[in-house]
């Protein structure tokens, strides 16, 4: 004989296994913090930024000469940026950095300088600079741009200490913001799409 309660047996069974599973997986696809929600809020980011920049009136990068970042380098013991400057329909002057001995540091027409600044506010200096293309560079730093021609530089600065969130780079009254760099001697071209 058959009794009604032994039915029920197999089909709890078959429910609390389901239950489990289903308790399983969920558990397993709950959605913790991602990269996103941990990153600090952008405002406070940037008015931390405008805080470390010294005092001194910027312009836009929107003159006749313009002024791109095309690369950034970390090797091992200096970080690389290039820059490339260019010139729109009318031909014009280029200011690279000059090292004033009486001084003891790198100057941009004699009053401004180039420098890195990361999101902990600490600065790195310039330390060199150097033409890609085997230009000599001028004693007085300035480069003659005809309308349409561009010119190349490599600008040298002390190894980064560590791999910046946030990396702003200031050249006279310029501010350029650079892309982050993610691992040692890695290339960085800012105009490259990264795949995600």
Known sequence: MFLPHQKRWPSRILLTVLFALVGALG????????????????????????????PRRY???????????????RLETETKVRIVAYAGKDAGAFDLPVYYMSRGRWMINETGRAFLIDQDCRQYRLKGRSSTSGLKIPLNGRI????????????????????????????????????????????????EKSAS
Do not use: K, W
């Not at 980011?45 to 405008?50: E, H, Q, T």
């Not at 002390?158 to 993610?182: C, Q, T, W």
């Open 27 to 54: 558990a397993g696809c709950r959605r913790s913090a991602s990269p996103v929600d941990t990153l600090p809020n952008l405002d406070a980011i940037n008015d931390r930024m405008r805080a470390c920049l010294p």
């Open 144 to 191: 003659e741009l005809q309308a349409g021609q561009s010119f190349e530089s490599d600008l040298s600065f002390p190894r980064l200490a560590e791999r910046p969130h946030i990396l702003i780079m200031v050249y006279g009254d310029l501010i350029m913001s650079l892309p982050p760099l993610h691992s040692s001697a890695q290339t960085i071209n800012p105009h």
């Open 59 to 73: 312009r836009a990068n929107d003159g006749n000469i313009r002024i791109a970042v095309v690369g950034l380098t």
